[in-house]
C-alpha cells in the first residue's frame, strides 16, 4: 500500500446557528462530526450520500477553505491546518477543485484567456506570458477546445463546454490532487458521459488523485476506485467500489444502492426496493448512538445508546454498524424461508 496523499483524522466541523436578536442560546449545525479516511496517491476516492450530510463541507475542510472546529488534515504528512500563509500558499498549486455549476464557477467579465491566465499570474511559474500562453492553449486542446476560443467569454459557450474550462483551469498549475464536487449533476446525461470519460483520460495523463463528491452511484462506479458513505456527517461505510456494489453491509447502502435503477428491464422488475421510513434527523440535534436508527429496519436497543466505530469486516472494508450479527442471521433466516 503506498503513503497517503491525504490523511484525515477526527475531522469535526460545527456551524453556529443563532437563535434570534435577542436569544442568548446558541444552537450549532453538526456538518461533519468525526470522520477519518485516506485517499492514495492516482486514486478516485468517492464521498457519497444524500444532500446535507457534509460531502461539500467535508471537501471544503480538506483544501483548507474552511477551518475545522477539529481534527486535521494531512496532505503529503503536513498538517494543512498548521501551516504558514506562506506555506499554505505554495501548497494551493498542489490541491484545485472542480465545481458544481459551471455557470457561475466562471467570472462572466472575464475571456477564457484570462480565466486560465489567472492562475499563473498569482503562481508565477513560467518565466514568460508566451511560456504561459502554450500552456494555457495545451490546457485547451486537452479538454476538448481549441484555441480559437481564448478569446470568447463564458456566455458563449454551452454547459459542458464551460465545465471544460473549468477543469483546463483545475489542472493548470499540474496539481496532485483535484477535489470534483459534483461536476456533471448540472449537464445533460449525454455530457456527463463525456466528461466523465474525459475526467478519466485526464487521470492517467497527469496522474491526477481525484477527491470525488456525488450523490450518484451509478457515475461513482463509473469512476472511483474506493466510495465512503456518508450519513448525517458521518462515514457509514467505506469500501472499495466493486465491494460495496456486490455485497453492501450498511442498511444505508443497501437502502440506497436498492434505488439504483439497472438497465434491464427483466432485472429490475425482479428487484426489491428498500424504502427507508421517517425523514433525515436534523443536524442540530442529531440523534444519540447511531445516526442512521430512527430509520433503521435492523435497529436494536444498542444502536440508540451506542456510537458504532468503524470495524473492518475484510480487507478495505469498513462498516460502522452494531447490528451486522443480528442483520446477518435476519438475512439468512428470510433466505431460507424462500427455500421452503
Same mark, same amino acid.
Not at 135 to 155: A, C, F
Not at 255 to 261: F, G, H, N
Not at 262 to 269: A, G, I, L, N
Given at each position: 500500500?503506498?503513503?497517503?496523499?491525504?490523511?484525515?483524522?477526527?475531522?469535526?466541523?460545527? #456551524?453556529?446557528? !443563532?437563535?434570534?436578536?435577542?436569544?442568548?442560546? !446558541?444552537?450549532?449545525?453538526?456538518?461533519?462530526?468525526?470522520?477519518?479516511?485516506?485517499?492514495?496517491?492516482?486514486?478516485? *476516492?468517492?464521498?457519497?450520500?444524500?444532500?446535507?450530510?457534509?460531502?461539500?463541507?467535508?471537501?471544503?475542510?480538506?483544501?483548507?477553505?474552511?477551518?475545522? /472546529?477539529?481534527?486535521?488534515?494531512?496532505?503529503?504528512?503536513?498538517?494543512?491546518?498548521?501551516?504558514?500563509?506562506?506555506?499554505?500558499?505554495?501548497?494551493?498549486?498542489?490541491?484545485?477543485?472542480? #465545481?458544481?455549476?459551471?455557470?457561475?464557477?466562471?467570472?462572466?467579465?472575464?475571456?477564457?484567456?484570462?480565466?486560465?491566465?489567472?492562475?499563473?499570474?498569482?503562481?508565477?511559474?513560467?518565466?514568460?506570458?508566451?511560456?504561459?500562453?502554450?500552456?494555457?492553449?495545451?490546457?485547451?486542446?486537452?479538454?476538448?477546445?481549441?484555441?480559437?476560443?481564448?478569446?470568447?467569454? &463564458?456566455?458563449? *459557450? !454551452?454547459?459542458?463546454?464551460?465545465?471544460?474550462?473549468?477543469?483546463?483551469?483545475?489542472?493548470?498549475? +499540474?496539481?496532485?490532487?483535484?477535489?470534483?464536487?459534483?461536476?456533471?449533476?448540472?449537464?445533460?446525461?449525454?455530457?456527463?458521459?463525456?466528461?466523465? +470519460?474525459?475526467?478519466?483520460?485526464?487521470?492517467?495523463?497527469?496522474?491526477?488523485?481525484?477527491? *470525488?463528491?456525488?450523490?450518484? #452511484?451509478?457515475?461513482?462506479?463509473?469512476?472511483? +476506485?474506493?466510495?465512503?458513505?456518508?450519513?448525517?456527517?458521518?462515514?457509514?461505510?467505506?469500501?472499495? /467500489?466493486?465491494?460495496? *456494489?456486490?455485497?453492501?453491509?450498511?442498511?444505508?447502502?443497501?437502502?440506497?444502492?436498492?434505488?439504483?435503477?439497472?438497465?434491464?428491464?427483466?432485472?429490475?422488475?425482479?428487484?426489491?426496493?428498500?424504502?427507508?421510513?421517517?425523514?433525515?434527523?436534523?443536524?442540530?440535534?442529531?440523534?444519540?448512538?447511531?445516526?442512521?436508527?430512527?430509520?433503521?429496519?435492523?435497529?436494536?436497543?444498542?444502536?440508540? /445508546?451506542?456510537?458504532?466505530?468503524?470495524?473492518?469486516?475484510?480487507?478495505?472494508?469498513?462498516?460502522?454498524? &452494531?447490528?451486522?450479527?443480528?442483520?446477518?442471521?435476519?438475512?439468512?433466516?428470510?433466505?431460507?424461508?424462500?427455500?421452503?
Amino acid at each position: 500500500m503506498t503513503t497517503p496523499l491525504v490523511r484525515v483524522r477526527n475531522l469535526k466541523k460545527y #456551524f453556529p446557528v !443563532s437563535q434570534g436578536w435577542l436569544s442568548k442560546k !446558541s444552537e450549532k449545525v453538526h456538518a461533519v462530526d468525526g470522520v477519518d479516511f485516506e485517499v492514495h496517491p492516482q486514486e478516485s *476516492f468517492a464521498l457519497v450520500g444524500e444532500s446535507g450530510c457534509g460531502k461539500t463541507t467535508l471537501g471544503r475542510l480538506v483544501l483548507g477553505l474552511e477551518k475545522p /472546529t477539529e481534527g486535521e488534515v494531512f496532505f503529503e504528512g503536513k498538517n494543512i491546518f498548521q501551516l504558514s500563509k506562506q506555506e499554505l500558499r505554495k501548497l494551493r498549486r498542489q490541491m484545485q477543485v472542480i #465545481f458544481q455549476d459551471p455557470f457561475s464557477s466562471l467570472d462572466p467579465r472575464m475571456s477564457i484567456e484570462q480565466i486560465l491566465m489567472e492562475p499563473f499570474m498569482i503562481h508565477p511559474i513560467y518565466p514568460s506570458k508566451q511560456d504561459a500562453t502554450k500552456r494555457v492553449e495545451y490546457l485547451l486542446d486537452v479538454v476538448g477546445l481549441s484555441k480559437r476560443h481564448l478569446s470568447r467569454y &463564458p456566455h458563449e *459557450f !454551452s454547459g459542458g463546454q464551460r465545465q471544460r474550462i473549468g477543469i483546463a483551469r483545475a489542472l493548470a498549475l +499540474n496539481p496532485k490532487l483535484v477535489v470534483a464536487d459534483e461536476p456533471v449533476s448540472a449537464l445533460d446525461v449525454s455530457i456527463q458521459a463525456q466528461i466523465l +470519460n474525459l475526467l478519466k483520460d485526464l487521470q492517467k495523463e497527469f496522474h491526477l488523485t481525484y477527491l *470525488f463528491i456525488s450523490h450518484d #452511484f451509478s457515475v461513482v462506479k463509473h469512476l472511483c +476506485n474506493r466510495v465512503a458513505v456518508m450519513y448525517l456527517g458521518k462515514i457509514a461505510e467505506l469500501a472499495p /467500489t466493486d465491494t460495496l *456494489f456486490s455485497n453492501p453491509q450498511h442498511p444505508y447502502t443497501e437502502a440506497l444502492l436498492s434505488a439504483v435503477p439497472v438497465p434491464d428491464p427483466q432485472v429490475e422488475r425482479k428487484r426489491k426496493r428498500i424504502l427507508l421510513s421517517g425523514d433525515v434527523p436534523s443536524p442540530i440535534h442529531p440523534p444519540a448512538g447511531c445516526r442512521f436508527h430512527p430509520r433503521c429496519r435492523y435497529v436494536q436497543s444498542d444502536c440508540k /445508546t451506542q456510537v458504532p466505530p468503524m470495524v473492518e469486516i475484510q480487507e478495505g472494508h469498513e462498516v460502522a454498524c &452494531p447490528v451486522l450479527p443480528f442483520k446477518a442471521k435476519r438475512s439468512q433466516a428470510a433466505i431460507e424461508e424462500v427455500t421452503v
